[in-house]
C-alpha cells in the first residue's frame, strides 16, 4: 500500500492527506437541519450528519488528494452510529480510490494488538468466511508497550499488504513531557525513531518501508533530525494550518526527491468554509471551500519545496 501512496502522491502533485475529523460546529446549518429531521436530535442523526458532510468534502476534493485521514474519535463520540458513519465513509473513500489512514491510535500487547490489527487493517475469521472490518489502508498506532504491541501490527500488514504510522513526535504541546525525556543523553523521540527504521526493514516497499511515522509540523527542527534516522519511512506530519504549520516548516520533513512525507489538514480544510478567506463560498457551497483550501495548501507547500 506503501507504493500506491507514493504513486498517488506523484500523480496528484499534492503531498497532502485530509483529515476527515468532523464535529457538528463545523456543518453548515441545511446539513444538520436535514439530518434532524429525518433521523431527530439524536445519535443517529448526527451521524447522518457528518456521513453527509464528508461525503461532500470527499467530493469536491478527491482528484487532487491522495489520501484522506478520519480520526476515530470524532465517529465514536456518537456510539455505535458513528462507527456506521465511519465505515460508510472508509467504504466511501475507497471507492474514490483514496489511500484511507485510520487515525486509530492504537496500542497495546498480544491477542489485544492483534485485535485491533484485524478490526482496522485485516480480516476475521467467521466460521468459513474470512471479512474485514473497517478496512483501511494504514493505521496509527502507538509505540508506548513497545514491540509486542507493533509487531502484530506488522504481521497483519504483511499479511494484508497494508502499513501503519508509528507515534514519534507529536505536534501537540505537551508532547515534550515524555517524548523529549534525554535517554542515554539523546531524546525519547529519537531512540522511538531508531525503532521505527528497525521495524520498517522487516516489511520494505519499492522505496519506502510500509512503518512510517508520525512527526509534528509544529517542532521542524526535530523533523530535520529524525528524516535523517528514519531515511526509509514515510512521515506522516499532523499540525498544519490551524495548529500553527506551514509550508516553509515543513521541508525537511521531506527526502531531496521531494517524497517521504505526507502532511495532514484538518479543520483547516474541512471547516475552510469557516474561515474569512474563503467566505465568499458561504455555508451552500462548503465543498468548494474545502476544494479551494486544498488548491491553496498544494501551494504553499510547492513553493516551500522549490525554494529549499
Given at each position: 500500500?506503501?507504493?500506491?501512496?507514493?504513486?498517488?502522491?506523484?500523480?496528484?502533485?499534492?503531498?497532502?492527506?485530509?483529515?476527515?475529523?468532523?464535529?457538528?460546529?463545523?456543518?453548515?446549518?441545511?446539513?444538520?437541519?436535514?439530518?434532524?429531521?429525518?433521523?431527530?436530535?439524536?445519535?443517529?442523526?448526527?451521524?447522518?450528519?457528518?456521513?453527509?458532510?464528508?461525503?461532500?468534502?470527499?467530493?469536491?476534493?478527491?482528484?487532487?488528494?491522495?489520501?484522506?485521514?478520519?480520526?476515530?474519535?470524532?465517529?465514536?463520540?456518537?456510539?455505535?452510529?458513528?462507527?456506521?458513519?465511519?465505515?460508510?465513509?472508509?467504504?466511501?473513500?475507497?471507492?474514490?480510490?483514496?489511500?484511507?489512514?485510520?487515525?486509530?491510535?492504537?496500542?497495546?500487547?498480544?491477542?489485544?494488538?492483534?485485535?485491533?490489527?484485524?478490526?482496522?487493517?485485516?480480516?476475521?475469521?467467521?466460521?468459513?468466511?474470512?471479512?474485514?472490518?473497517?478496512?483501511?489502508?494504514?493505521?496509527?498506532?502507538?509505540?508506548?508497550?513497545?514491540?509486542?504491541?507493533?509487531?502484530?501490527?506488522?504481521?497483519?500488514?504483511?499479511?494484508?499488504?497494508?502499513?501503519?504510522?508509528?507515534?514519534?513526535?507529536?505536534?501537540?504541546?505537551?508532547?515534550?513531557?515524555?517524548?523529549?525525556?534525554?535517554?542515554?543523553?539523546?531524546?525519547?523521540?529519537?531512540?522511538?525513531?531508531?525503532?521505527?527504521?528497525?521495524?520498517?526493514?522487516?516489511?520494505?516497499?519499492?522505496?519506502?518501508?510500509?512503518?512510517?511515522?508520525?512527526?509534528?509540523?509544529?517542532?521542524?527542527?526535530?523533523?530535520?533530525?529524525?528524516?535523517?534516522?528514519?531515511?526509509?519511512?514515510?512521515?506522516?506530519?499532523?499540525?498544519?494550518?490551524?495548529?500553527?504549520?506551514?509550508?516553509?516548516?515543513?521541508?525537511?520533513?521531506?527526502?531531496?526527491?521531494?517524497?517521504?512525507?505526507?502532511?495532514?489538514?484538518s479543520r483547516g480544510i474541512i471547516a475552510a468554509w469557516q474561515q474569512e478567506k474563503y467566505e465568499k463560498f458561504g455555508a451552500e457551497r462548503f465543498g468548494e471551500a474545502s476544494r479551494a483550501a486544498v488548491l491553496d495548501m498544494k501551494?504553499?507547500?510547492?513553493?516551500?519545496?522549490?525554494?529549499?
Amino acid at each position: 500500500m506503501i507504493n500506491k501512496l507514493v504513486s498517488k502522491i506523484k500523480e496528484t502533485g499534492a503531498p497532502i492527506v485530509v483529515g476527515l475529523d468532523p464535529m457538528l460546529s463545523y456543518i453548515p446549518e441545511q446539513i444538520l437541519a436535514k439530518a434532524f429531521t429525518e433521523y431527530g436530535e439524536t445519535l443517529e442523526g448526527a451521524a447522518e450528519a457528518i456521513w453527509q458532510f464528508n461525503k461532500e468534502i470527499v467530493d469536491h476534493t478527491c482528484d487532487l488528494i491522495p489520501a484522506v485521514k478520519p480520526q476515530i474519535a470524532m465517529y465514536e463520540q456518537f456510539g455505535v452510529a458513528g462507527l456506521h458513519a465511519f465505515e460508510k465513509t472508509v467504504k466511501y473513500c475507497k471507492e474514490k480510490d483514496l489511500v484511507v489512514i485510520g487515525d486509530v491510535k492504537r496500542g497495546d500487547i498480544g491477542s489485544t494488538s492483534a485485535a485491533y490489527a484485524t478490526a482496522h487493517l485485516g480480516k476475521v475469521t467467521v466460521g468459513a468466511n474470512r471479512i474485514s472490518a473497517f478496512d483501511e489502508d494504514f493505521a496509527t498506532v502507538n509505540p508506548y508497550l513497545g514491540s509486542d504491541g507493533i509487531k502484530p501490527f506488522i504481521k497483519v500488514c504483511q499479511e494484508e499488504n497494508k502499513g501503519i504510522f508509528v507515534l514519534v513526535k507529536t505536534s501537540n504541546p505537551s508532547s515534550g513531557e515524555f517524548q523529549d525525556r534525554l535517554i542515554d543523553g539523546r531524546p525519547l523521540y529519537e531512540h522511538v525513531g531508531e525503532k521505527v527504521a528497525e521495524w520498517g526493514a522487516e516489511h520494505m516497499g519499492d522505496s519506502y518501508s510500509y512503518v512510517g511515522a508520525v512527526v509534528g509540523a509544529t517542532y521542524p527542527e526535530m523533523g530535520k533530525i529524525l528524516r535523517k534516522v528514519m531515511p526509509k519511512a514515510y512521515i506522516l506530519v499532523p499540525g498544519y494550518g490551524a495548529q500553527g504549520g506551514k509550508g516553509a516548516d515543513l521541508v525537511h520533513f521531506f527526502n531531496e526527491d521531494g517524497l517521504g512525507a505526507i502532511v495532514n489538514s484538518s479543520r483547516g480544510i474541512i471547516a475552510a468554509w469557516q474561515q474569512e478567506k474563503y467566505e465568499k463560498f458561504g455555508a451552500e457551497r462548503f465543498g468548494e471551500a474545502s476544494r479551494a483550501a486544498v488548491l491553496d495548501m498544494k501551494a504553499d507547500i510547492g513553493q516551500a519545496l522549490q525554494s529549499r
